[in-house]
């Protein structure tokens, strides 16, 4: 997929969903699971798409999974920071997150030149439980 999405480990992850243009994958996301953390992994829209509430929706549908499974909060190594922060995620850093770490992103050509990727987390408990 020309959305940015790129190969990785298989490790965790507990479900993965794919918008399909006849036998093209256009947008994807999948849920990882490492113990009591839940992450969004593999968010990615081709760019036509982008911006029709394709991607609001497939962090939504994770989010619910998470949910079901107990977490209370969503993590994500976000390469497009301003677009988690618009569905409610909020930044946090490498010292708070149990998850998501800039670790892998070291090891790739485009980190702080064209990618810029920053901690998010979504509170997934509300405060009237």
């Known amino acids: 997929m020309s959305a940015g ?3 990785g480990a298989f490790e965790g992850m507990v479900t993965a969903y794919g ?15 490492s113990e009591d953390v839940f992450s969004v992994e593999w968010l ?4 036509g798409l982008r911006k029709h509430g394709v991607g609001r929706r497939l962090v939504s549908k994770v989010a619910d999974d998470a949910r ?9 190594l976000a390469r497009a920071p301003e677009f988690f ?3 409610g ?3 946090s850093s490498e010292d708070e997150s149990p998850g998501p770490t ?13 990618c810029h990727p920053r901690i998010v987390v979504l509170a997934l408990l509300s405060n009237s439980n």
């Open 102 to 114: 800039h670790a892998a992103c070291s090891k790739c050509r485009q980190y702080k030149r064209t």
């Open 85 to 87: 922060l618009k569905i």
């Open 5 to 7: 999405l790129e190969d």
């Open 19 to 33: 918008l399909f243009d006849e036998d093209k994958i256009v947008a994807s996301v999948a849920l990882k699971r």
């Open 68 to 76: 079901a499974l107990g977490a209370s909060d969503l993590w994500a």
């Open 89 to 91: 995620f909020k930044l």
């Open 44 to 47: 990615a829209v081709e760019e």
